[in-house]
């Protein structure tokens, strides 16, 4: 990249602009703004009404763990083997609760091993499985169950998940085999609509009533949305106040105490990446250096970050977002396509930088250097603004 050495030496940046400018970086840069991690973890923890467990996989940079840690997250969601230790050399202290249902022996004696307390499971074979292997003594079995998808980009009931009677079944084995009996759900991936939740919550309370168990806790799960659509932020107070009145509404005196997991509800608004043009094909379709095999993997099926921004090399605006253009990223494949169409500016030129906003969860994790592109320096900031 041709940089000086004071360039080298700098570690904190006042905004992607800034590395624009003095930087002119030819590879993806993803850029990674602390305060604005701490800041929305810690609206969570004053906001909800329970424990906040970080979902690890969302991104599982050191640099994220350590700095939730510092804003007060005291418990994560580990899904594998790797996040378990993750957690337990980053943050001894923390609780870990194993909520990926579905686990191979090898995986569950690992976790025991590890001291792992708490777990989801949302078949009768999978029980059987913690059954054998998790010694009863305050450890929690959460069985996980699944409705139709409300107000959801992605369902993950497709996956995961026990219909409401099996759930009450598996409930009632867990609190006859001497665990701590309590019950989760995922309502799926970026949630705005408040109300995803409601139904899972009450139904939660029919489940209990099925299977004549009071359950010790509520994991409300994920799909906390984050800020992804330009003017359009989401209200995350009104979540949290819906959860909290529905639980005492359908439990009454007996409501359980609750537990919540997001994921990219915390870590995706602290990050952004800042892509550059390759070529602008016929003054139409545009070509960045970054794409769906890197950074951006997971917009086809979530949708495009909306909130973008275009730099001139020398790190100014170029000027209002305008008409839609086709999107290509780096690769030789056809697939490597950025969905529909995105509002771009009618001068955008080659060597210019495109910024997306809000791109820190499944992003890092995700980039597979197909073709041989991919290569994401991060790089720290202030701000965004």
Not at 74 to 95: H, K, N, T, W, Y
């Amino acid at each position: 990249m041709g940089l000086t050495e004071g360039h080298q030496a700098k570690t904190v940046w006042e905004n992607p602009a800034e590395i624009v400018r003095s930087l002119k970086p030819e590879n993806p840069v993803m850029v990674f703004a602390p305060t604005v991690l701490q800041d929305r973890a810690r609206a969570f923890l004053a906001g909800f009404p329970g424990l906040v467990t970080y979902a690890v996989k969302s991104n599982p940079d050191e640099a994220v763990i350590q700095n939730l840690v510092q804003a007060g997250i005291r418990g994560f969601d580990v899904a594998s083997p790797f996040e378990i230790d993750l957690i337990g050399r980053l943050a001894p202290m923390a609780a870990r609760h194993y909520h990926n249902p579905v686990r191979s022996r090898a995986e569950i004696a690992h976790a025991v091993g590890a001291g792992i307390k708490a777990w989801s499971v949302d078949s009768r074979t999978e029980l059987d499985k913690l059954f054998e292997q998790v010694p009863p003594e305050n450890c929690e079995i959460s069985p996980r169950f699944k409705l139709p998808v409300l107000g959801a980009a992605y369902d993950f009931g497709s996956k995961f998940g026990a219909t409401p009677e099996l759930a009450a079944d598996l409930l009632r084995a867990v609190h006859d085999r001497g665990y701590i009996a309590s019950l989760t759900f995922h309502p799926g991936t970026q949630c705005t609509d408040p109300h995803a939740w409601e139904q899972y919550i009450r139904t939660a309370a029919e489940i209990a009533g099925m299977a004549g168990v009071q359950p010790r806790r509520l994991n409300v799960g994920g799909g906390f949305p984050s800020w992804r659509v330009h003017g359009v932020e989401p209200d995350l107070a009104s979540i949290f106040e819906l959860i909290g009145r529905t639980t005492a509404e359908a439990f009454g005196g007996n409501a359980p105490e609750l537990v919540c997991e997001p994921g990219r509800g915390i870590c995706a608004d602290a990050f952004a990446i800042i892509t550059r043009v390759k070529a602008v094909r016929d003054g139409q379709s545009v070509f960045l250096n970054d794409g769906v095999y890197g950074g951006m993997n997971e917009l086809p099926v979530i949708g495009n970050l909306d909130r973008i921004e275009v730099l001139t090399p020398e790190g100014k605006l170029r000027g209002e977002n305008a008409h839609g253009r086709v999107v290509f990223g780096p690769t030789c494949d056809s697939v490597d396509r950025l969905p529909g169409e995105i509002s771009l500016p009618d001068n955008i030129q080659e060597g210019d930088y495109v910024v997306f906003h809000g791109a820190g969860a499944y992003s890092v994790v995700t980039n597979t250097r197909f073709n041989g592109f991919g290569e994401l320096r991060q790089l720290t900031v202030m701000g965004f603004d």
